[in-house]
């Protein structure tokens, strides 16, 4: 079952949500390519959202990065980076976010995610695959 807590905070008409990034899997090396974006898929993200990313410390770390580092799994200038877990990152603005675990070749086996926050409220989804 996955979780998703709402936060108590309301500003406008949204509330504040916490993802926890691949629900009960957490953040590891996925066994098909697919599963965090379908995680993704169903979750709407908005600006102050906050991703908790559950992971061992030493055994991952999460960097949020450039489309192309993305693209690349390049995590040498990461915009954000964590290495204890768990780790909360909170979405500050609209736009297409990226995310990588930088430790050894996880990245390439699929452990990144790509997250669209969408100006409006009223929609979302994740990033398709390319």
Sequence with gaps: MGMVVASMKFHGLT???????????????PQND???????????????????????????TIAEVTKEAYNKCDGRNPIKLATTGPAKFTIDTAGDHFYICTISRHCKFFQKLAIRVPRKTNNSSAIPPQ
């Design 15 to 29: 509330a504040h949500i916490t993802h926890i990034v691949g629900d009960d899997f957490g953040w590891d090396v």
């Design 34 to 60: 697919g599963l965090y974006v379908k995680w993704a898929l169903h979750q709407k993200f908005h600006v102050k959202d906050v991703l908790i990313f559950n992971f061992s410390t030493g055994v991952h």
